[in-house]
């Protein structure tokens, strides 16, 4: 269910199982592992783990950027950047969920036979080092008018400013900080009441 709130677990911020378990025992069914800085083989054996895990909850596993991961941990789905694999190839060599990231209109038409989109940022955020500039509220309002597919906002969402973020039309946010602090519960449950989840 391409819905709610969307996981992605950064080693930046504590261990990838750690915090999937959090969030899985939170009530998130969407994981993504976002891993920039660990070698081919312990990232294999990283996934293989998460996915054990979210079988157990039942939950979705997504693999940001790397589609051989993916295949080899049997993930649901992979997680695509503007300047990773195009769509069109990745379909050929990956039968499961394909996510891109989007920052405007265009690259969200661009996308159109992706799976959701993850658009962002919205607002200002320091947990991914090569962030664009913040789309704002309305920058996001228009990519969710502009398609047909599921859109997660990401990007500087909290339990304090997520509500402006709803209120676009999303599907879902996508967080890494939020989930790490002692309202992690309490920003679940507002967005699981907002979706009617």
Do not use: W
């Amino acid at each position: 269910m391409l819905r709610g709130v969307y996981c992605i677990t950064d080693s930046k911020f504590g261990k990838h199982e750690e915090m999937a378990k959090r969030a899985l025992e939170l009530g998130v069914r969407i994981i993504q592992l976002r891993e920039k800085r660990m070698k081919d083989r312990e990232l294999l054996f990283t996934a293989k783990r998460l996915r054990e895990l979210t079988e157990s909850y039942n939950a979705l596993l997504l693999i940001n950027d790397r589609i051989d991961i993916a295949i080899s941990c049997d993930a649901d789905g992979v997680h695509l950047g503007q300047e990773d694999l195009p769509l069109d190839i990745a379909r050929e060599i990956f039968d499961g969920i394909i996510g891109i990231s989007v920052h405007d209109v265009e690259e969200a038409k661009r996308a159109k036979k992706a799976d959701y989109l993850g658009a962002g940022p919205v607002f200002k955020t320091m947990t991914k080092e090569d962030a664009k500039d913040p789309i704002g509220i309305e920058g996001l309002r228009k990519i969710v008018s502009a398609t047909h597919l599921p859109v997660f906002a990401i990007g500087g969402i909290s339990l304090d400013n997520v509500k402006p973020v709803l209120e676009t039309g999303v599907s879902g946010v996508a967080v890494v900080s939020a989930l790490v602090n002692e309202r992690a519960k309490d920003f679940i449950d507002l967005v699981n009441r907002y979706l009617g989840i």
